[in-house]
């Protein structure tokens, strides 16, 4: 089992930043990808953003590329997601997720999950 950690959401001005950080504990040699998903009321789950856990390749969605940074600290067992220019849009709640399988854009693709962390951006 792979137990995740989520923080650092919170309330922010439209322009703004923030950085989310998601620590992993248990069995983490297993991880092949780790990947930031949100959910906005209302909408399905979306891949944001997620990075290879050995290699540090990664892929962003079209709405956050240029905007979005992912990160990790392999010796933290660590990834984080450095978002600036904050948009409205970018409200959701922000989950971390960690894949076993090579690579994955779907949730069900996803075997471990964090208990997600509100972001919330003021207009």
């Known amino acids: 089992q792979v137990r995740l950690v989520e923080s650092g959401g919170g309330l922010v001005q439209a322009g703004g930043s923030l950085r989310l950080s998601c620590a992993a504990s248990g069995r983490t040699f297993s991880i092949a990808v780790m990947g930031w998903f949100r959910q906005a009321p209302g909408k399905e789950r979306e891949l944001v953003a997620r990075?290879?856990?050995?290699?540090?390749?990664?892929y962003y969605a079209n709405s956050v590329k240029g905007r979005f940074t992912i990160s990790r600290d392999n010796a933290k067992n660590t990834v984080y997601l450095q978002m600036n220019r904050l948009k409205p849009e970018d409200t959701a709640v922000y989950y971390c997720?960690?894949?076993?399988?090579?690579?994955?854009?779907?949730?069900?693709?996803?075997?471990?999950w964090g208990q997600g962390t509100q972001v919330t951006v003021s207009s």
């Open positions: 997720a960690a894949s076993t399988r090579s690579s994955g854009s779907s949730p069900w693709e996803y075997d471990y």
């Open positions: 990075i290879s856990w050995s290699g540090g390749t990664t």
